[in-house]
Nanobody, 125 residues
Framework: QVQLVESGGGVVQAGGSLRLSCAAS????????MAWFRQAPGKEIESVAA????????YFADSVKGRFTISRDNDKKMVVLQMNSAKPEDTAIYYC??????????????????WGQGNQVTVSS
């Protein structure tokens, strides 16, 4: 059973930075496209960023462009979301996800078959 283990959530002041990490626990598993999603209280889940299998293509939601970056380390089966210039509206539970068959970066939830447990990020004003 593939598990995605997330770390790095917490509280940050507006304008600050936070780094979220997510690693696949299964040694024999090869993560393809990887992504981050978030869900704020009372709102639907939304895509944040995605990265293709080899890291050559990325996708970012308009709300985070220019502030967040996404990267991956395939040797470590890990994806990282670097959040800079955080805003209170970034407050949400953040989920990482990886695709079973898709190699290209995608913001669609249906692309991803494995999901992390979620990590709370709170940006204080």
């Amino acid at each position: 059973q593939v598990q995605l283990v997330e770390s790095g959530g917490g509280v940050v002041q507006a304008g600050g930075s936070l780094r979220l990490s997510c690693a696949a626990s299964e040694r024999s598993f090869t993560p393809l496209a990887m992504a981050w999603f978030r869900q704020a209280p009372g709102k639907e889940i939304e895509s944040v960023a995605a990265i293709s299998w080899m890291g050559s293509n990325t996708y970012f939601a308009d709300s985070v462009k220019g502030r967040f970056t996404i990267s991956r380390d395939n040797d470590k089966k890990m994806v990282v979301l670097q959040m800079n210039s955080a805003k209170p509206e970034d407050t949400a539970i953040y989920y990482c996800a990886t695709a079973k068959t898709t190699i290209n970066a995608s913001g669609g939830t249906r692309t991803y078959g494995y999901w992390g447990q979620g990590n709370q990020v709170t940006v204080s004003s």
